[in-house]
């Protein structure tokens, strides 16, 4: 099952786990979450969620963000921010910022495998 990440705290809604402390048992799909549900940690609703890439970790070039833990992974880009595909940390704009967090660049460290 997919896992989805809050936008605005970087929580991780793990279908596998539920939220069973506000009655969402284990095993409920984020679809099928209740339209009021909140996000645990900071209360935003269901629609600053996105859904969790799951990253190649045999790539070496993953950054990963200090403060939330978002992880760019060049592979992927940041297309919703104009970043296509195939674009390298190195090479991202000076003024290019963290997608959940806002943080610039040199918040990230290269995650070394």
């Known amino acids: 099952m997919k896992k989805y990440v809050c936008e605005i705290c970087g929580y991780v809604y793990d279908p596998t786990i539920g939220d069973v ?3 969402i048992p284990a095993g409920t799909p984020f ?6 549900w909140i996000c645990p940690p900071c209360k ?3 629609n600053h969620f996105s859904e969790l890439i799951e990253h190649n970790t045999t790539c070496k070039d993953l950054y990963i963000c ?5 992880v760019y992974d060049p592979t992927i880009g940041d297309v919703e921010h104009g970043i296509p595909a195939g674009t390298p940390f ?3 704009p000076e003024d290019w910022v963290c997608p959940p967090c806002k943080v610039s660049k040199n918040h990230f460290s290269k995650i070394k495998l």
């Open 21 to 23: 402390e506000h009655g």
């Open 31 to 36: 679809a099928e979450l209740p339209e009021d």
């Open 44 to 46: 935003v609703s269901k």
């Open 66 to 70: 200090e403060v939330c833990g978002y």
């Open 90 to 92: 190195v090479e991202l």
